[in-house]
């Protein structure tokens, strides 16, 4: 088990094209389990291989107040999105901020899990949310996105400010 480190916006890593995952072998299961470990303890309920500087298409997610329903999502697709909603939504790249988001209330996803097997769910609500956030970050999309470039603006330099005294 490992904690890895969380790329942050503006880093142009975080704009890379994730790659479909192929092997689905002990590699990927580590990979799973050290993305769980760092979305626990970050703490966040959403976190992309992208965010982790590894370009491949897998997610994982805990959307439970409990924190006890990991989910790991590989090669997720959005099947369907219907209707809309607005929420709140933060970014373990963007720390620190949080701003309305419009998506899909209503999603039907079909995924492989860390063994390679096949399924179909319906997602609403938070979960969909997530999903939606998450599968974003493997096209190399960031929630600050859907913000004006006013708003985009001055998080990054915000953020390119706290990188900067961090370095120093
Ligand atoms: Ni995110």
Known sequence: MALLNILHFPDPRLRTIAKPVEDFDDNLRQLVSDMFETMYEAPGIGLA???????????????SEARNQPRCLINPRILTAEGDEEMDE??????????????AELIRVRSQDENGETSE?????????CIQHEADHLEGKLFVDYLSALKR???????????????D
């Open 49 to 63: 291989a992208t965010q982790v500087n590894q370009h491949i298409r897998l997610l994982v997610m805990d959307v």
């Open 153 to 167: 603006n001055r998080i990054r330099s915000k953020l390119l400010k706290t990188q900067k005294q961090q370095v």
């Open 121 to 129: 769910f319906d997602a609403h609500g938070l979960e969909a949310v």
């Open 90 to 103: 933060g970014c373990l790249s963007v720390p620190g901020y949080y701003e309305k988001v419009r998506r």
